[in-house]
């Protein structure tokens, strides 16, 4: 019975290395975003020929209002403000003229939602974070973020030099943002925060008196301290802490075929120089704000 066996055994070996070494040698999709669902192959960069919500188009989403300094007079499709103009030089990067970005509102929140986006990726000072991963796709991060405290000037909220400082005010921040993650996390307040579903009523109530402070990204608090809110100041800068670094990042659908393009593209921005100068020409300089420890 072991001479006839034999042969029989040596075959199924010598078929069961075959077939590892054809499953080992298979075309992998290498594409720059990795592997994608079943179906959708392997995905190309090439200039103005992506795989986009609408051929030829390159759809942008954003919120409205969309605020200063990240845009000017609501208007994303100016190219005035730094989102807006670093939108415009991705999609150029991308193969896209102007003519070819489309706008889309999309409120901050529904950007990062899970389910199915209508658009190619969402602009609007989205942090990118592991909990978000987990129903959308990001681009590398384009801008470093810090977070910030505005108060009215003269109130007790304004004079705090410390994170302890701020413990026994009441804050605000906008729901579903890392600021209100820094309000809860970081500050550790004895009163529940305020949560707003836009910065403008956020802004309201510390005009209102509602809140004592409120917490925003570091622009955003430049802005609103020399524009809007003018008995308000910045109080100080949170520390960048952890790893890694907050960074606003481009928001893509889970299963987006373009998300490595997108990425290949905020990478080339940053390395020729272009995303530091367009943060030059359009964001205000942090030095001399204090960071709170």
């Not at 040596?10 to 079943?38: F, H, K, M, N």
């Not at 992506?50 to 051929?55: C, H, N, P, Y």
């Not at 706008?103 to 190619?120: I, L």
């Not at 606003?248 to 889970?254: A, Q, R, S």
Request: net charge positive; proline share 4%.
């Amino acid at each position: 019975m072991r001479l006839v066996n034999r042969p029989l055994r040596l075959a199924t070996c010598a078929a069961v290395v075959l077939l590892t070494a054809a499953v080992g040698c298979a075309p992998q999709d290498e594409s720059p975003g990795g592997p994608r669902t079943t179906g959708q192959g392997k995905q190309s960069c090439d200039r103005g020929k992506l795989a986009t919500v609408r051929a030829g188009k390159l759809t942008v989403g954003t919120d409205k209002p969309a605020y200063a300094p990240w845009f000017r007079d609501d208007d994303p499709a100016s190219g005035k403000g730094f989102e807006s103009a670093v939108a415009y030089a991705v999609a150029r990067q991308l193969g896209y003229g102007k003519g070819a970005v489309d706008w889309q509102t999309v409120p901050f929140t529904n950007a990062f939602a899970p389910g199915e986006k209508k658009f190619d990726f969402d602009i609007n000072q989205i942090s990118i974070s592991t909990q978000r991963k987990r129903a959308v796709a990001f681009s590398s991060g384009y801008y470093d973020v810090r977070q910030a405290v505005i108060a009215l000037k003269g109130s007790r909220a304004a004079h705090a030099r410390s994170i302890a400082d701020l413990r026994h005010v009441k804050l605000g921040a906008q729901v579903g943002s890392t600021s209100l993650d820094v309000v809860n996390e970081t500050i550790h307040p004895d009163r529940t925060a305020a949560v707003f579903q836009k910065n403008d009523y956020a802004k309201t109530a510390l005009k209102n008196g509602q809140v004592d402070a409120i917490v925003t990204d570091l622009p955003t608090a430049f802005y609103i301290t020399s524009a809007e809110v003018r008995d308000a100041k910045v109080v100080g800068q949170f520390a960048g802490t952890g790893s890694p670094k907050e960074q606003f990042g481009l928001v893509l659908d889970k299963e987006s075929r373009i998300t490595g393009c997108v990425t290949a593209a905020v990478d080339a921005l940053r390395k020729n120089g272009t995303l530091a100068a367009l943060e030059k020409k359009w964001l205000t300089d942090a030095v001399a704000v204090p960071v709170l420890k």
